[in-house]
């Protein structure tokens, strides 16, 4: 969907032709942005909203954008929650994607996806000093959307505020944790064992933490609402990419949720990629989208799959560090740990495990 830019830069944006946002070209540049928060365009919340921020020369950008009507079990389990799936990105000023935030199963601008994957390759290597600069002024951005936002996007700037409460990813302690464990059960491969023209550089590890609560109708407790949230190490000494998948729920840091585990990171490996579950349809396995194939139903039974097939399949990219996995890449996946988190239960013939989260590989 294209917008024309609107609020404070309206005219700015005009004089410029600009005339969307989803590519770096057409966002205003540092120029023509005033110090602090930008709201660039903050016109339809059933949309989405463009902000810029802009600190002492130096710029990131924040977009959302609203998806599906979340299913009403989730919504009355989580009413402070948005309704809505909402997705959300943080750009640096190269226009580089550093995190997003995927409601569902598909990002709700289809711009998205292609400018993250053609761009990953900038996004890892980016100067670690430099993006944590970014996501140290994504944090105060957020803050400040939370503040000046108009009342009607309070849904959108729910999971900004939620994200910027805590720690930026490159200071986060829980991370820097997983990573000293990972660093010795997988040493960086030295110069030597690199292959052919692989350089230690190109080198990188996925690591995806699963997160779940509780999701009750009428005082019962049914079922486990899973999300995730996936990171990537480029050999760089911390995690420098995230992915949360809200997996058609809450967020990984939503309303009752907690940590569980984490799939047990990558070996080191080159030229690998994480998306999460961003399947377009029921193509077949192994079709380059990965995920699951079938159509969601929060309370699955049939050709369908819920939360916590996307979080199965979510925690063997972090683990085997591709989109290609073979837990999650078929259309008939199956978990192998108790229970089933099929995302096709015909297929399997047993969904009994499916209301309950996975555990991690």
Known sequence: MQKVFSGLLLSAVLVSGVMGCSNSSERPTVGTLHEGLNLLDVNDPTWGTNTAYLKEGRVIYIETRMGSLKPEVFRLTAPNEPANEIDLRFVDQNGVTF????????????TWDADIQAR?????????????????MAQEA???FANQAPAAFRDHAHDIQEIASRPAVSRDPE???????VSQEHPI?????????????????????????????AWICVADHSA??????????????AISANNH??????????????????????????????????????????GCQTPYSWNSGGYDHLCNSDAAYELWQGKEATQYTSRGSNISFTWDGPGNYACNCNNNNDCDGDWTRPNCP
């Open 99 to 110: 995190f997003v935030q995927r409601g569902g199963d598909t990002y709700v601008d289809p």
């Open 228 to 241: 995730t949230i996936m990171y990537v190490n480029p050999n760089v000494g911390y995690w420098i990419f």
């Open 175 to 181: 991370l820097k944790k997983a990573l000293l464990e």
């Open 120 to 136: 990953m390759a900038e996004s890892l290597a980016a100067d670690p000093a430099e993006r944590d600069l970014d996501w140290v």
């Open 189 to 217: 491969p030295a110069e030597e064992a690199a292959k052919g023209s692989y350089s230690t550089s190109g080198w990188l590890q996925t690591y995806t933490a699963l997160y779940s609560g509780r999701v009750c109708s």
């Open 249 to 290: 729920g809450r967020a990984y840091n939503g309303d009752s949720m907690g940590y569980r585990c984490y799939s047990g990171a990558s070996a080191w490996r080159y030229g690998a990629s994480i998306t999460g579950s961003t399947a377009s349809g029921a193509t077949g396995g192994y079709d380059g989208a990965g």
């Open 142 to 144: 957020s803050m400040a």
